[in-house]
């Protein structure tokens, strides 16, 4: 099982950037997906999830409307939409998989397998 965060980079506050996760070793028919980042000295937290089954997601309150999770099967890759940047999105990104099917989880303790993150710094 192995995960390849990629996308991040430099963009000023108000521009996007769309993260990607390629999946290798597991199907996403079978894994659920979790985004999760980590700013300078904090710790890391939940950001979005897609479920395994039928990809269905959930992304927390202060992403929602500007963040986007989806997956392409084919690709088995799981992407991360992120519009309407902000500074405080500084942070890099992880994705993690676990092998689970129902509602995806949005806590780090929950997921197995974990990519090598990407570095998003938002400023202007």
């Known amino acids: 099982v192995q995960l390849q965060a990629s996308g991040g980079g430099l963009v000023q506050p108000g521009g996007s950037l769309r993260l990607s996760c390629a999946a290798s070793?597991?199907?996403?028919?079978?894994?659920?997906i979790g985004w999760f980042r980590q700013a300078p000295g904090k710790e890391r937290e939940g950001v979005s999830c897609?479920?395994?089954?039928?990809?269905?997601?959930y992304t927390e309150d202060s992403e929602e409307g500007r963040f986007t999770i989806s997956r392409d099967i084919a690709k088995n890759t799981v992407y991360l939409q992120m519009n309407n940047l902000r500074p405080e999105d500084t942070a890099v990104y992880y994705c993690a998989s676990v092998k689970r099917p129902g509602t995806c989880p949005m806590l780090d303790w929950e997921y197995d397998y974990w990519g090598q993150g990407t570095l998003v710094t938002v400023s202007s």
């Open positions: 070793g597991f199907s996403l028919n079978y894994y659920a």
């Open positions: 897609i479920s395994s089954s039928d990809g269905s997601t």
